[in-house]
């Protein structure tokens, strides 16, 4: 079966690819930019470039295609927009479409049973009524909250449980939903594919445990061997209660908003009996948050909602980032001598740098920087990093994002996503036994000029720091 994936960069996207080619697929990866994606491939692997939200006269989808996966949502974009860009990228996707032979489109949506439907679950009805067509068939699973080590659900919940032994928190948290594990929701999407009795159909899918958004935080405290305690406001707005989403957990405020607006409505499934047609055994909540940090602490996390363009402060084509610019432009180079038997070291080093090992020399000061981009609306410091060992292109790593990663050349580039007046770079490479770090900033105007002035002393301190702190001869955990 030769099958298409759009989102192939995102948080579900990438764990289908690397499903389906396991289950010996042929699969077209459809993104806008091949070098951000990160999943597994092999000799069964291709790729199309497109962006369905500003496509070109000469795109095209193979012909010879047999199911597509619509995994495309723009929910952390702008709070107003997004519902616009949803239906414009599933038109376009539609259109692409009529000139291939797919026989099926499957589409993950959001469980929207409720009659007062939130912007974001409206969004998703409109998109599926989108994307019907006499040209192919449509299946439809909706599923609420999906658990998995990356996930935007878990992370957030993760963020709230491990930080907050004790919680004031909105009266949403006593809504109900249906969570479902990662791993169900594979199964599911690839249990629907090619069979007629799903075809222009749609199902609700979850797992076995109806929970308030309450019980899934004890649960998950509980999962962790931790205690803590929530205690729900009835006079919490839904402004305030996104801001008290943004300023605790990773997740961007647009997200927040987004997030608040839905977590409002019950999204239990209406009984289907598809889980047992597919011989499928959902697992519960507990089950689910067990397996997430296997996953962790394996460090085999696949995918993380991070990583999406989308979870950042906009959404910028990066790959136009990857060169570095010289004019108009102001620098920071340190460099310092290495020994050359330590360069391995010195290497692995600067591939865990970020996250909980922190950036070796003033960490305070970095965390003061991640505190007021998040005053200011941006993502700071709380995204950490997928994996505690590994960076690929296209990674969150704090409040940068990793542009080119190459450990045999021991080249690390990363792009600035905090609030700046302008676009900023930092470079780490080892060249004729030295190691050289580099910042770069494009100031924009005025106040970009002003600002680099006023950053320059504590870069001083800083980086020097960092590049004496980097090449000591000695080990650190990972």
């Given amino acids: 079966m030769k099958v298409l994936v759009t989102g192939a960069t995102g948080y579900i996207g990438t764990r289908l690819i690397s499903y389906l080619l396991d289950k010996g697929h042929e699969v077209v990866c459809c993104l806008r930019d091949q070098q951000r994606y990160k999943g597994y491939i092999n000799e069964r692997t291709s790729f199309n470039e497109i962006d369905f939200l500003n496509v070109n006269p000469q795109d095209k989808l193979p012909e010879d295609i047999d199911v597509a996966y619509f995994l495309v949502h723009s929910m952390a974009g702008s709070t107003s927009e997004f519902e616009k860009q949803e239906l414009e990228i599933a038109d376009n996707f539609k259109r692409l479409l009529q000139s291939t032979g797919v026989k099926q489109v499957i589409y993950l949506s959001g469980i929207s049973n409720s009659e007062d439907l939130s912007v974001h679950l409206r969004s998703r009805r409109k998109v599926e009524d989108t994307l019907k067509s006499k040209h192919y068939a449509l299946t439809i699973l909706r599923a609420a909250i999906i658990v998995g080590s990356g996930s935007a659900s878990f992370e957030i919940i993760r963020d709230l449980v491990e930080k907050l032994p004790i919680m004031v928190t909105p009266k949403w948290l006593k809504t109900r939903c249906q969570p479902i594990s990662v791993r169900d929701v594979m199964l599911y999407l690839d249990g629907v594919a090619m069979k007629p009795q799903y075809y222009n159909k749609d199902f609700d899918i979850g797992g076995p445990d109806i929970l308030t958004y309450k019980e899934m935080l004890l649960n998950f405290a509980k999962a962790r ?11 919490m707005t839904p402004r305030l209660s996104s801001y008290w989403l943004y300023f605790v957990t990773s997740t961007s405020y647009k997200l927040a908003v987004n997030l608040v607006d839905s977590m409002k409505i019950e999204v239990l499934c209406r009984p289907n009996n598809l889980a047992k047609e597919l011989n499928m055994n959902p697992i519960n909540y507990n089950e ?27 959404d910028r084509d990066l790959s136009r980032h990857v060169e570095v610019p010289s004019h108009g432009c102001v620098f920071d180079h ?91 770079w930092l470079e780490f490479s080892i060249e004729n036994d030295r190691l050289h770090q580099k910042a770069t900033f494009r100031p924009k105007g005025l106040a970009g000029r002003l600002y680099w002035q006023l950053t320059k002393p504590f870069h001083y301190f800083i980086f020097n720091g960092m590049l004496k702190e980097i090449t000591k001869p000695k080990q650190i955990s990972s």
């Fill in 334 to 424: 340190k460099s310092i001598s290495i020994n050359p038997d330590l360069k391995s070291e010195i290497t692995r080093k600067i591939w865990v740098i970020g996250g909980k090992n922190g950036w070796y020399y003033g960490n305070f000061l970095w965390k003061i920087r991640g505190y007021l981009d998040k005053l200011i609306g941006g993502v700071g410091l709380r995204r950490g990093r997928r994996s505690p060992s590994e960076l690929k292109p296209g990674d969150a790593l704090d409040f940068w994002r990793v542009l080119l990663a190459d450990q045999e050349k021991c080249r690390l580039l990363l792009f600035a996503e905090m609030k700046l007046p302008g676009e900023a």
């Fill in 288 to 314: 689910a948050i067990k397996n997430a940090f296997d996953k962790i602490d394996q460090n085999m996390v696949l995918s993380s909602w991070k990583d999406a363009l989308s979870s950042g402060v906009d």
């Fill in 225 to 235: 061997g931790l205690i803590r305690k929530i205690f729900t406001l009835p006079i």
